[in-house]
């Protein structure tokens, strides 16, 4: 009766594979970000059936759904922009950054563009504080990040959607070119299973909380 | 035993178990440090830095490792730059710790300052408001200003439903996290969660449904602000307009101790009315915690309108109101002039008090005393039952519990959580029964039998055993151990201690009275026998069926011959009429019936007499425990005029009879009662009203450290010594249980629910949306064969007749088997076949 589990039932196994059958409550990021595929968001059955895969409570799996930015919990527009404007971020003028942008498209945080285009959403420390103004991106195609952002490339980018709907790679708008490392990790391919990346947001989110405490 | 530390706590020397928190260890000095996070009963988390203290400790040479010496030869203490958490640290030799420093004082203040920043403070209309920790430590702590923002204070839900009786205030909730981990680390049944973070943390549930756990009001004790409310208490009454009465849970044989808090209203006419029931602190059998049972339905059923007030009498064949004088006198007529034939047939929600009374009524009358138990065994509980200084609580590594035929959490709730602590404490669990039930998530051993062989597994376990004591019976052999079994008694046999629970599930009189045979012979071959955290505990339907026992009254298979034939039947607190329509047909033969009764139940309606009794919540009496503690309870509320306590009916009756009985009070009966019951010599109200101290000390001025449970000051009650434990050896009996042919088909199986139709579940407000309608259980493939689905409307064939239900799917049934829950309308209680049919459809 698991629908989830009958549709993604090689994908699940593949990640479960991943985990000591006994700490199989492990997968549940990874579960979630694939439920998360289908709608761009994880609906209440969704939680339930996670729940009997890793044979652990609905309420567990829906606390960590909340958590995380990463996972959204209501539907959203075709694309999410997610802005941070944790501490650090907003030293860097993450705050004014947000205001402009929204006032721009005509929205508040959290609301999607009448369009259903774009939804704009202030998020926790995406552990790339000292290239602020940054957002990540949500979409179909997977996740993206955008650093040393101004108004101007943030609408530039919305506009390139509304114009053709594709996604133009992240390099030319974002001032990423000539950067070597970056603690934030670039996915260099497009995510549908969930696989390291994520592993490496949850991370990063982490390191929000411990920012979070000093607020 | 652990090494000690010694340390000074605000200038007074300390000595504890090395391990101890500083919280705890200045709590055994009598030294208050204010938290709200942390709870004696749950590991530390450090979650609020309420109880945040300067600690000092020995400077140590690096060099020598020892510790560095002022002038005066004192050792120099080091104190951190920054305060600590007294819930997270450890004691430590030499450590000192300053609790009341400028410095202490002054991070008080800012943590207050910091969890009142959007707090709503609308302790005027919060219940917790006068027994709130927050309340407490805000007034003798806190800053008394606020630099925060008022205007920018969050708003979230005031009345958040959790679950049907549970309500969150989003606004009062400080994230203390204790009701999540009550739910996690106690019962293990995370349904409640934290959601957010951050400034937007919220407690919130995604089980379907959602806060629905046989312990969450107890969330609602430990909850350190009037977030958590029950639907039955909330602005229901001020904390400080309540009085105290001390009282035993009346719904199982746990027999937690609680308290009822009564107040004078004025739609009760200015007379005491209960408002709510709050645990009572007894370490040994109930903790801190009750379940849901006794919090909702523990007391609504005496406020209910239905109560019989008045004594009836059939005159042409019509129920009618008559005089105590009268009713008694014409009972006790029939009772004398039915000379031998008189057949008193009680239930085990009777006190002690009753059932002796009624035993001596009975036998002076020459009758016979049955006792209304689908459960055998009281009889060797009494001889093998846990020795006295039994404590649940106390079991863990080393030790092994046996549940067998039973669904613990449903049958025992708070048995439930101390058996699954015990394993958590790393006890081998041993659960044997033929489905899947919620405690098999902690099982060391897990051990399925088909229904009906209950008693075959535990005779196989007691042959996997190679040390034996005694000669076994030739039959013996052909119970094979398999090698679940072989392990699981092994396992059991090597315990340093062992006790077993034997239940009801699936079982009728004959066949539990073999089981609990079987399991008294287990434990004697294991020898876990005669000392404390050892023996035999019956996990009764009733709160007093052990006391029931005790007092002598036994139950039979033979009930409706016994019913038909008898010249006066004498029905006291029971109801067989409603229980099953053959014992109505059996009360219909027999001359004459007396039914002494709360409401008017299906017997009551088909009695010659009936007689109104009091209430538990309305008089005083004992009950003993599935464990043989004997534990008093006293009156709160005053009863409906015209009632009275069974004892004295009783009593009354046989003076009427010419019989020499007490009916003054329940004390002088419980006198007589010490005196001739030899298990209960020596015993009197007053020894069961000692107490000692218990840790962890609760219920006083401090409730931010324990919740609002009470502090045990009525008493803790005695607890029986077995005859094992009185050295009285103890002869093993064998008894080859006869073989039965099981038919082909569907097979009915009685269980048992938590939530069920009880007379005294029934009237509660607060459950009525927990109490389902009459339902039945069956797998996928059984529903698949009958072609039905989750949720249709059936029809149960039992023994020629048709009894409407609810059809449910449960993975945990076996195949072609059909749970029954008991006292929810359907008539089974023993193993038989039934068949199950599309329900008519009633004409609209
Ligand atoms: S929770 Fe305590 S402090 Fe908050 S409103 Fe209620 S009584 Fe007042
Ligand atoms: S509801 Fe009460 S117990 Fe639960 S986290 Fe909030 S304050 Fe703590
Ligand atoms: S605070 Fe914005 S990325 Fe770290
Ligand atoms: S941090 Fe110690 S009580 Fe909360």
């Known amino acids: 009766m698991n629908l989830l589990y009958e549709k993604y039932a090689a994908e699940i196994k593949h990640i479960l594979a991943k985990y000591p059958a006994d700490q199989k409550r492990s997968a549940v990021m990874p579960l979630l970000y694939l439920a998360q595929q289908e709608q761009g968001y994880i609906q209440k059955q969704d939680l339930q059936m996670i729940a009997e895969i890793l044979d652990i409570s609905a309420t567990d799996v829906g606390s960590i759904v909340g958590f995380y930015t990463l996972y959204h919990d209501h539907p959203g527009g075709k694309h999410r922009l997610q802005v941070c404007n944790d501490l650090p971020c907003a030293l860097r003028g993450a705050d004014e950054f947000l205001e402009k942008l929204c006032e721009n498209l005509g929205v508040q945080v959290g609301e999607t563009t009448p369009d259903g285009l774009v939804t704009i959403e202030a998020v926790m420390c995406l552990a790339g504080c000292d290239r602020a103004p940054l957002f990540q991106v949500q979409d179909a195609e997977g996740i993206r990040y955008y650093e040393n952002q101004t108004v101007e490339t943030a609408l530039q980018l919305v506009e390139h959607w509304r114009s053709d709907g594709a996604t133009p790679a992240p390099s030319p708008l974002g001032l990423r070119a000539g950067q070597e490392k970056s603690s934030t990790p670039l996915p260099d391919e497009t995510v549908t299973g969930l696989s390291a990346e994520v592993r490496d947001e949850t991370a990063s989110d982490t390191a929000a909380t411990e920012t979070q405490e000093t607020d | ?844």
């Open chain 2, 1 to 844: 035993m652990a090494q000690l530390i010694s340390l000074m706590i605000d200038d007074k020397p300390v000595k504890v178990p090395e391990g101890t928190l500083i919280v705890n260890a200045a709590k055994k000095v009598g030294i208050d440090i204010p938290v709200f996070c942390y709870h004696p009963k749950m590991e530390p988390v450090g979650m609020c830095r309420m109880c945040l203290v300067e600690i000092g400790r020995p400077q140590i040479d690096r060099e020598t490792r020892k510790p560095v010496l002022d002038e005066q030869g004192n050792p120099v203490i080091q104190f951190g730059p920054k305060l600590e958490t007294a819930c997270t640290t450890p004691v430590s030799e030499g450590m000192v710790v300053m609790g009341m420093s400028d410095k202490v004082k002054k991070g008080r203040q800012d943590i207050l300052e910091f969890l009142l920043t959007s707090h709503p403070l609308d302790c005027p209309i919060c219940d917790k408001g006068g027994e709130c920790p927050l309340q407490n430590l805000t007034m003798e702590h806190g800053p008394g200003v606020s630099r925060f923002l008022y205007d920018e204070k969050m708003h979230l839900a005031k009345h958040y439903p959790l679950g049907d009786l549970i309500l969150l205030d989003r606004e009062r909730c400080i994230q203390c996290g204790r009701c999540v981990r009550f739910q996690d680390e106690i019962v293990g049944e995370p349904v409640i969660g934290f959601e957010q973070r951050g400034r937007s943390l919220q407690i919130e549930t995604f089980s379907d449904p959602g806060f629905d756990s046989y312990y969450s009001g107890n969330t609602t004790d430990i909850c350190p602000v009037g977030a958590l409310t029950t639907t039955d208490f909330r602005f229901g009454a001020r904390p400080w307009e309540l009085k105290p009465v001390a009282s035993v849970c009346s719904q199982c044989p746990v027999g937690c101790n609680i308290t009822y808090n009564i107040r004078r209203e004025a739609r009760a006419g200015g007379r005491y009315v209960i408002k709510r029931v709050l645990p009572r602190q007894h370490e040994e059998v109930n903790e801190i915690w009750i379940c849901d049972k006794a919090r909702f339905a523990g007391y609504q059923y005496a406020e209910s309108p239905e109560r019989l007030t008045r004594p009836m009498l059939r005159r042409n064949g019509e129920l009618v109101e008559s005089s105590w004088d009268e009713a008694l006198q014409v009972v006790a007529e029939r009772f004398k002039a039915a000379t031998g034939g008189l057949v008193t047939y009680a239930g085990g929600r009777l006190s002690n008090e009753d059932l002796f009374n009624l035993k001596q009524l009975t036998e002076g009358l020459k009758g016979q005393a049955i006792l209304k138990s689908s459960i055998g065994g009281g009889v060797l509980v009494a001889q093998m039952g846990v020795a006295k200084g039994t404590d649940l609580g106390k079991l863990g590594a080393g030790d092994a519990i046996l549940v067998i035929a039973s669904d613990l959490q449903e049958e025992a709730p708070i048995w439930w959580l101390r058996v699954k602590q015990a394993a958590d404490r790393g006890a081998t669990l041993i659960v044997v029964n033929p489905r899947q039930t919620r405690l098999d998530r902690f099982a060391t051993h897990t051990l399925r039998y088909d229904y009906g062989s209950e008693t075959a597994t535990v005779l196989a376990m007691i042959n996997a055993l190679e040390s034996k004591k005694t000669r076994l019976p030739d039959w013996l052999a052909k119970y094979r151990p398999n090698r679940f079994q072989t392990a699981a008694a092994k396992a059991f046999a090597g315990a340093k201690n062992g006790i077993i629970l034997f239940g009801q599930e699936g079982m009728d009189l004959p066949r539990s009275q073999e089981l609990a045979l079987a399991c008294a012979n287990l434990l004697f071959l294991t020898d876990h026998l005669g000392s404390p955290n050892n023996g035999l505990i019956g996990v009764w339907e009733s709160a007093n069926t052990q006391g029931a026992w005790d007092m002598g009254f036994r139950p039979s298979t033979e009930l409706k011959e016994m019913f038909s034939s008898a010249r006066a039947v004498y029905v006291v607190a029971a109801d067989p009429a409603g229980d099953d329509p053959s014992l109505a047909d059996a009360l219909e033969q027999s001359e004459f019936v007396v039914v002494q009764e709360l409401f008017l139940t299906s017997t009551a309606r088909l009695a010659d007499v009936v007689l109104p009794v009091t209430a538990q919540p309305e008089r005083e009496g004992t009950y003993t425990t599935g464990e043989r503690r004997v534990q008093r309870f006293f009156p709160a509320i005053p009863a409906p005029g015209g009632v009275i306590p069974d004892y004295e009916i009783a009593a009354r009756i046989g003076e009427r009879s010419g019989l020499k009985m007490e009916n003054r009070a329940a004390s002088l009966v419980f006198a007589q009662l010490a005196a001739r019951v030899s298990d209960y010599e020596g015993l009197s109200y007053r020894s069961l009203a000692e107490t000692h101290e218990q840790w962890p000390i609760i219920g006083r001025d401090d409730l931010y450290y324990g919740g609002t449970a009470y502090e045990n000051t009525q008493g803790l009650g005695v607890q029986l010594m077995p005859s094992s434990q009185k050295r009285k050896i103890f002869q093993v009996n064998w008894q080859e249980p006869p073989v039965r042919v099981s038919g082909k088909g569907l097979l009915g199986v009685p269980i048992t629910r938590l939530y069920d139709r009880g007379a005294t579940v029934t009237p509660s407000r607060s459950l009525a949306s927990r109490v389902p309608g009459p339902f039945i259980l069956v797998n996928e493939t059984t529903a698949q064969k009958l072609d039905m689905h989750n949720d249709a409307p059936v029809q149960l064939m039992l023994a020629g007749s048709a009894y409407s239900a609810m059809l449910r799917v449960d993975t945990a049934v076996p195949e072609s088997v059909v749970l029954v829950p008991r006292s929810l309308g359907i008539p089974l209680s023993e193993l038989q076949p039934v068949d199950i049919r599309v329900a008519e459809t009633t004409p609209a």
